[in-house]
C-alpha cells in the first residue's frame, strides 16, 4: 500500500523531473519538432529512474501497487506536465491491464514482472481502420496454428489504427479474432512480419507517438494468448473501462488546471483599463470561474468513483464514462478558454494554453469518444429509472435534500433539484418514448452526468466542511470555496437540466401552451430560476479566492 507521505514524494518527484527536464520551453520545442522524448519516457518507466510504471504494477508483481485514487493523482499530475508524454506513459499501463485483468498467474508474473522490473514499454493495438467506436467490427485475424492436435502458435493478420508507442513500444497487445470470438495476444516488437508506419501527424499530443501497426502473418506461440482461453478479448477490455476511463478524466482534469494555472497568474499580472483583469468580473466571471466549477465538478465525480472502486465495487463502467465524459469536455472548454484569458498571446505557439488545447482535444476521442460515453451513460441509467419505476433520481435528489438539512451551504439542495428535474425529464421521455430518437437518448446521457457531478461535488464540499476527505485528495480549495464551487456548479446543472430537458422533450414530442406549463412546474423551473440568486456573489467570492484576495477583502472589511 502506498501511504500518504510516499504519494506524495512520488508526486514531488515527478514535478521535480518535469522542471529540470521538460521546461515549457522544451515542450514547445518538441511540439514544434514533433517529437516524442523517447529516452525522457524510458527514463520515466525505469524503476532505477522515476519508475512511474511502479505505480500501476501489483506489489505481488514487484510494484507499488497503487491504489486507483493514487494512480488518480499521479495521472493527474503527469497531465499536468504534458499530455503527449503522459499518453506515452499511460499506453504501457493500458497496454498491460488486458493482462493484469485476464491473463493466467503465469503469464502475470512473466509479464507485470517485466514492466516492473525493466521498465519496457507496451502497446494497446484494439483500433483499426474501420473499427473504432465499433471494436466488434475488428478485422485483424489470428488462426491456429496446430501440431498432432494441438495449438502451439496463431498466426496475426491485419492493420491497427492511431496506436500510441506503436512506433516505440517493446511489447504489444493485440486485439484479433480467433475462431472463438476477439482475443489478445501479446507480440514483441521485431517479430517477422510486424511493422508500424511512421508517427502520425496529429493534431496536439505530439509529443507522444502515435503509428499504424501492420501484421502480415505475425506468428506467436499459444502462451501469448492473454487468459490462455479464445474469445475473452472484449470482456477483458470491458472489464478495465471503468478504471481507464477514469484515468483519461483525470488527463482531461489535468489539461484543464495546467490551462487555467496559466491563465489565473497572467490576468492577475496583465493591466488593461487602468487595472489587472483579474480585477474584471466580465472577464473572471466568464472565462475563470465557470471552469473551475466545471472541473472541480468533474473532479468530485473522479475522486468518488475511486474511493468506490478501491472499496471493492467493482468495475464502475457507467461511473467511469461519467468521470470521463465530465473531465474532459471540462478540460477543453477551461483550456479554450485560457486562451481567450490570454488574448493575442494565448493564440501564439510561444504561450503553452495554445498547445495545452490541442493536446487536451484527444481526451474526448480516445479511450472512448464523448458520444460512446453519452450513449453508455445513458443506456446504463436508463434501466435504473426503468427499473425503480422512474424513482432513482428522486431517491439520489432525497439523500442530497438530507445532505442539505445538515449542510445548508454545500449546493445540495439546488443539486437536488437538478436531480428531481432529471427524474421528471426521464419520465417524460418514457412516457412519450423519445428515447426512440438517438439523439435524445445521448442527451440525456449529458444531463445524467451533469446531474450525478452536482450531487457529487455536494457531497464533497460536505465531506471537506467534516474534515473527512480522503486524506491523500486534492485540498486546494478551502471548504468555504468548495462549498462556493458546489453551489455554483449546482445552480448550472439544475438550470442545464430543466431548461435542455423542456427543449428535448417539446423538440420531439411538440407541445400545447398548457404542457408546457405543466412541464414547467413538474420540472420546478420556477424553483430552479429562484436558486440562481446568489449566484453572482458566489462567484465573486470563488474569484477572491482564486486570487488570493479573500483575506485582503476580510481585512478592509473588518
Ligand atoms: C492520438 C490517438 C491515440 C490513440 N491511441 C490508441 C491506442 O493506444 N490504442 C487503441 O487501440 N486506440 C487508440 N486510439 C484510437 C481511439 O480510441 C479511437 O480513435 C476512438 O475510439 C474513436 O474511434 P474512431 O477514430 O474510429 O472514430 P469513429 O468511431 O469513426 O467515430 C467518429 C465520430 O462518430 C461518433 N460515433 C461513433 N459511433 C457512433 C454511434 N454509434 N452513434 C453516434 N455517434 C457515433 C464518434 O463519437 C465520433 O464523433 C487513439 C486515437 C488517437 C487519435
Redesign the pocket.
Known amino acids: 500500500m502506498i501511504t500518504k507521505k510516499t504519494l506524495q514524494l512520488s508526486l514531488k518527484s515527478l514535478r521535480d523531473f518535469a522542471k529540470k527536464r521538460l521546461p515549457d520551453e522544451e515542450l514547445i520545442a518538441l511540439d514544434e519538432r514533433d517529437e516524442c522524448p523517447v529516452e525522457i519516457v524510458r527514463h520515466m518507466s525505469n524503476p532505477d529512474q522515476l519508475g512511474i510504471q511502479l505505480l500501476f504494477i501489483p506489489e505481488e508483481y514487484g510494484g507499488m501497487g497503487g491504489s486507483t485514487f493514487d494512480v488518480y493523482l499521479i495521472c493527474e499530475q503527469m497531465a499536468r506536465i504534458d499530455l503527449g508524454v503522459a499518453?506515452s506513459l499511460f499506453?504501457t499501463f493500458?497496454?498491460s491491464d488486458p493482462i493484469t485483468f485476464g491473463a493466467t498467474p503465469e503469464q502475470k508474473k512473466r509479464w507485470l514482472g517485466k514492466i516492473a522490473d525493466e521498465g519496457i514499454l507496451f502497446?494497446?493495438?484494439?483500433?483499426e481502420p474501420e473499427?473504432?467506436?465499433?471494436l466488434g467490427a475488428l478485422k485483424t485475424t489470428a488462426d491456429r496454428v496446430e501440431k498432432d492436435g494441438k495449438i502451439v502458435g496463431y498466426k496475426i493478420n491485419g492493420t491497427?489504427?492511431?496506436?500510441?508507442?506503436?512506433g516505440i513500444a517493446d511489447h504489444y497487445t493485440i486485439?484479433a479474432n480467433t475462431p472463438a470470438g476477439p482475443t489478445w495476444f501479446i507480440v514483441d516488437a521485431g517479430t517477422k512480419g510486424f511493422a508500424h508506419d511512421k508517427p502520425?501527424d496529429?493534431h496536439g499530443?505530439r509529443l507522444?507517438n502515435?503509428a499504424a501497426l501492420a501484421l502480415d502473418n505475425v506468428y506467436v506461440d499459444a502462451d501469448r494468448l492473454v487468459g490462455g482461453a479464445e474469445g475473452q478479448g472484449l470482456l477483458q477490455a470491458q472489464a478495465v473501462f471503468g478504471y481507464t476511463r477514469l484515468m483519461v478524466a483525470t488527463f482531461g482534469l489535468g489539461g484543464g488546471w495546467s490551462a487555467l494555472d496559466r491563465a489565473i497568474p497572467y490576468s492577475a499580472k496583465r493591466i488593461q483599463a487602468g487595472g489587472p483583469l483579474s480585477e474584471k468580473q466580465g472577464y473572471t466571471h466568464k472565462l475563470i470561474v465557470p471552469n473551475v466549477a466545471r472541473l472541480e465538478a468533474a473532479r468530485a465525480y473522479i475522486e468518488q468513483t475511486a474511493d468506490r472502486i478501491d472499496a471493492g465495487e467493482g468495475s464502475l463502467n457507467t461511473e467511469g464514462a461519467i468521470a470521463k465524459y465530465m473531465a474532459t469536455e471540462a478540460g477543453n472548454l477551461a483550456a479554450d478558454a485560457s486562451i481567450q484569458a490570454l488574448g493575442g498571446y494565448g493564440y501564439t505557439h510561444e504561450y503553452m494554453v495554445e498547445k495545452i488545447k490541442r493536446d487536451v482535444r484527444?481526451t474526448t476521442?480516445?479511450?472512448?469518444?464523448?458520444?460512446?460515453m453519452e450513449?453508455t451513460i445513458s443506456r446504463d441509467r436508463w434501466q435504473l429509472h426503468l427499473k425503480t419505476r422512474g424513482q432513482h433520481y428522486h431517491e439520489e435528489a432525497l439523500k442530497c435534500e438530507e445532505l442539505h438539512a445538515k449542510h445548508p451551504n454545500v449546493g445540495a439542495g439546488t443539486a437536488a433539484l437538478a436531480l428531481h428535474a432529471l427524474a421528471e425529464v426521464m419520465e417524460k421521455a418514457r412516457a412519450t418514448r423519445l428515447t426512440r430518437h438517438?439523439h435524445i437518448l445521448?442527451r440525456l446521457g449529458e444531463l445524467i452526468a451533469y446531474a450525478e457531478s452536482a450531487g457529487s461535488l455536494a457531497r464533497r464540499a460536505a465531506l471537506m466542511a467534516e474534515n473527512k476527505l480522503n486524506e491523500k485528495a486534492n485540498k486546494r480549495f478551502d471548504a468555504a470555496a468548495l462549498a462556493a464551487i458546489s453551489r455554483i456548479f449546482a445552480r448550472e446543472a439544475a438550470l442545464k437540466i430543466a431548461q435542455d430537458g423542456m427543449r428535448w422533450v417539446i423538440g420531439a414530442a411538440g407541445a400545447t401552451p398548457a404542457e408546457i406549463s405543466g412541464l414547467e412546474a413538474s420540472l420546478g423551473l420556477p424553483t430552479i430560476h429562484a436558486a440562481q440568486a446568489g449566484l453572482v456573489s458566489d462567484m465573486d467570492f470563488l474569484a477572491d479566492a482564486l486570487y488570493g484576495r479573500a483575506a485582503k477583502r476580510a481585512e478592509m472589511a473588518a
Open positions: 499518453t499506453a493500458l497496454g502497446a494497446y493495438g484494439a483500433t473499427a473504432g467506436s465499433d491497427k489504427q492511431w496506436i500510441s508507442n506503436g486485439l502520425e496529429k499530443i507522444s502515435t484527444i476521442i480516445y479511450e472512448g469518444t464523448s458520444e460512446i450513449m438517438q445521448l
